[in-house]
């Protein structure tokens, strides 16, 4: 089944905001250390919302993120459903249709003038919701590379996606996997 097309970006970007945190907890290399890390990833994920550029707004979008991240870590669909109705409740969440730019028709989850991080935490709550109403919560996973705990999002027709963007971990098992034939091959 397709989603609307503000799901899907929602929920890509939901999957990248938390995947700066795994890579903080993993490698020490936090993209979002520093408020230029910030401005960066909102170069590559733009959020309506409005941006104040500094640190608080920074330390928020931080604060942020484990919240994010429990929705991929929820043990099943009843404990998915209790983080997206608290981060909805607590990120201020009123949805309201919006039409501008050179986009049609769409969910705007919070208000323009709510901080960054609620436009973050509401968004990603939504479109988890969409998920959880269509029973498709199985699009939410974690990387299968063994030494990988990065989130992805599986947006694909037939739900084969294993791997992470993060770390090329798809083209790593694969090269693996090759040298492990050709070396029981000779
Ligand atoms: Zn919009
Ligand atoms: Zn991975």
Known sequence: MAYA????????A???LVNTLVSAERDDHDPLA?????????????YS???DGDDRELREVRAMRPRV???????????????????????????????????DWHLHVTDPTQPLAEQMGAEAAMAVADLIRADDLQRLRICE???????????????SRRFCDTGNCGNRLNVAAYRA???SAS
């Open 14 to 16: 939901a999957a990248a």
């Open 69 to 103: 991240h429990a929705l991929w870590t929820a043990a099943d669909k009843d404990a998915a459903v209790a983080v997206v109705n608290d981060l909805l409740r607590a990120t201020n969440a009123r949805p309201y249709l919006s039409r501008h730019d050179e986009w």
């Open 181 to 183: 034939r050709k070396a």
């Open 5 to 12: 097309h503000d799901t899907e970006v929602a929920l890509v």
């Open 34 to 46: 520093t408020r230029a890390g910030l401005d960066a990833f909102l170069t590559e994920y733009p």
């Open 49 to 51: 919302a409005r941006i």
């Open 145 to 159: 590379a063994p030494d990988c705990e990065a989130v992805l999002v599986d947006l694909s027709r037939n739900r």
